[in-house]
């Protein structure tokens, strides 16, 4: 055994506590600084689900946004088209099943159908070999911001002001003023209307990707779904929950179809914004056909409990440096577990609310 | 009569270093991405769910190793709470060593995420999706780490404390040997 070591005197012995309080210190601080905690300018998944939150109001286990939907199943009708271009399962020929949902932008499960031009798809394709290909769409050419941080800027100028319950005009001016990226979608939506249903819309996948290759080569794309064979709902929809109504009755009848289209980028088309659309004239393909042929009330439905995270993706698509990928990735992450934790308050929730 | 040994053995130093290196960077990876929303967040993503399935698969191995060797004793003279909380704390550390891969896997698969190491691979889900299972897992997940996280820092502090104040010989049985 060790034979006894010589007693150390006191200044000694402080100076060796101090020696083992130093590294447990500094491990200690770093790990508060990595996790945020020490770090409270720092824009965290939290901050941004956290203002979703304070605009859309508490409304337990559902999405802190996009939280009205509802379910929808089919199947992705895949050409071949893209077999080249990505090597990833979905777009070999052939049949990939889907789990979808159709929603509306906001935090508020109760909103009106007509209280915002913007409707949003979110896909879910799970193939043969367990590979996920999730994505999340909306039905606008162009999203407003190109990075995270305006897009957190943008929740809070319209935060609803305590006052008025209503969004601040002024803050709201003032961010669209201070941010020149959004004059496309501000021309967009000003003639928009909010349609009378989710079948008639295109929508559009907005952030760049990349297809990956059998031999690796990669190109960057982006995606969206176009409606076929569609008529337009005859009047403008009546009540606060007219879509949910309108996608039944069409279903009733059939199932919905939009075409799967991919465009290519050219060599300088901006891949890492989204506020940037690419010229109109880019290559399309094609690469086969959504089929969506049933709907589900999202509070029981198959779409309920799945995070349609746009980084879920198979081998053959890879995201692209767009920056708002990872921020919604890491938010929608944050708003998963809120909202899995509540999921037992939903079966008391009333749906719709009157 | 063996006489007690004054080091472990190789493999189970190795793997006590090796782990350790692994485990700090887990916990910090785990840190930062859930802090994160920029790029860093996916970057550390990719890395974390492969690293904690190979730090799986090196408790599983060091584990054996330890049952299968023996360890050098704690001096005779460690005060007898001293010496049950060494031992306590050493099976708290391959609790949660064990427990915390196990964890985040099994969280991914009640979530319906596919558990993909990177390069196409892909486990099997442990646990069919369920909402409330996956933010119990969840939540789990993170307090346990939080606490393998000061587990360490107690662990590197008693062995600092071992190896300055006490000078006993029990810093130097894991740091180094024949």
Redesign the interface.
């Known amino acids: 055994?060790?034979p006894k070591?010589p007693p150390?005197g006191t200044a000694a012995?402080l100076a060796?506590?101090g020696?083992?309080?130093l590294?447990?210190l500094i491990?200690?601080l770093?790990?508060g600084y990595?996790?945020?905690w020490l770090d409270p300018g720092?824009?965290?998944?939290?901050k941004?689900v956290d203002t979703l939150q304070a605009s859309g109001g508490p409304h337990p286990g559902y999405r802190r946004n996009h939280a009205k939907g509802v379910c929808v199943t089919g199947w992705f009708e895949s050409n071949g088209q893209l077999a080249q271009a990505s090597k990833a399962e979905v777009f070999a020929a052939g049949r990939t099943p889907v789990v979808g949902r159709f929603a509306l932008p906001g935090g508020n499960p109760y909103a009106p159908d007509n209280s915002v031009p913007i409707r949003s798809l979110a896909l879910r394709f799970t193939q043969a070999?367990?590979?996920?290909w999730r994505t999340g769409m909306n039905s606008m050419p162009v999203f407003p911001v190109g990075t995270?941080q305006a897009f957190f800027d943008s929740l809070q100028a319209s935060r609803p002001d305590p006052a008025t319950g209503k969004p601040n005009p002024a803050a709201q001016q003032a961010f669209f003023a201070s941010h020149p990226e959004t004059a496309a979608f501000l021309a967009w939506v000003k003639t928009a209307k909010p349609s009378a249903s989710f079948a008639t819309e295109r929508y559009d996948g907005l952030n760049a990707f990349y297809l990956v290759a059998a031999d690796g080569t990669r190109q960057a794309v982006r995606w969206k779904v176009v409606p076929e064979g569609v008529t337009p709902t005859a009047s403008a929809g009546e009540g606060a929950d007219y879509l949910a109504t309108d996608l039944e009755q069409r279903l009733a009848g059939g199932p919905l179809r939009w075409a799967l289209q991919m465009t290519f980028a050219n060599p300088d088309d901006p891949v890492d914004d989204a506020s940037k659309a690419w010229p109109a004239d880019r290559r399309t393909v094609e690469a086969g056909t959504l089929v969506l042929e049933r709907a589900v009330a999202q509070n029981d439905g198959p779409c309920?409990?799945?995070?349609y995270d746009p980084?879920?993706l198979p081998?053959g698509i890879e995201?692209s440096?767009d920056?708002l990928?990872?921020?919604r990735?890491?938010?929608y992450?944050?708003s998963?577990?809120r909202?899995?934790?509540e999921?037992?308050s939903l079966h008391a929730a009333q749906e719709p609310r009157p | 009569m063996t006489k007690p040994l004054q080091h472990f053995v190789p493999v189970a130093r190795w793997l006590h270093w090796a782990m350790a290196a692994g485990l700090l960077a887990m916990l910090f990876i785990g840190a930062g991405m859930v802090a994160s929303v920029s790029a860093r967040h996916e970057q550390l993503i990719e890395l974390h769910k492969p690293l904690g399935i190979a730090l799986l698969a090196l408790a599983v191995i060091r584990l054996s190793v330890r049952l299968a060797t023996r360890q050098p004793p704690l001096p005779a003279d460690l005060p007898a709470v001293q010496a049950l909380a060494a031992k306590a704390s050493h099976w708290l550390l391959y609790g949660l060593m064990l427990s915390l891969p196990l964890l985040g896997w099994a969280m991914l698969s009640a979530a319906g995420d596919p558990v993909n190491l990177g390069a196409g691979i892909l486990l099997p889900p442990l646990l069919a999706p369920n909402a409330a299972t996956f933010a119990l897992l969840r939540t789990a997940h993170g307090y346990l780490a939080y606490l393998l996280f000061c587990t360490v820092l107690v662990h590197l502090a008693a062995a600092l404390y071992h190896g300055l104040i006490r000078r006993d010989g029990v810093l130097r049985s894991m740091a180094r040997g024949r």
């Open positions: 055994m060790t070591p150390l012995t060796r506590f020696l083992i309080a590294p447990v491990l200690g770093t790990l990595v996790r945020g720092r824009l965290t998944p939290a941004v070999d367990g590979q996920q995270t309920r409990d799945i995070n980084t879920v081998q995201i440096g920056p990928l990872p921020a990735s890491a938010a992450a944050d998963y577990l909202r899995t934790g999921v037992n």
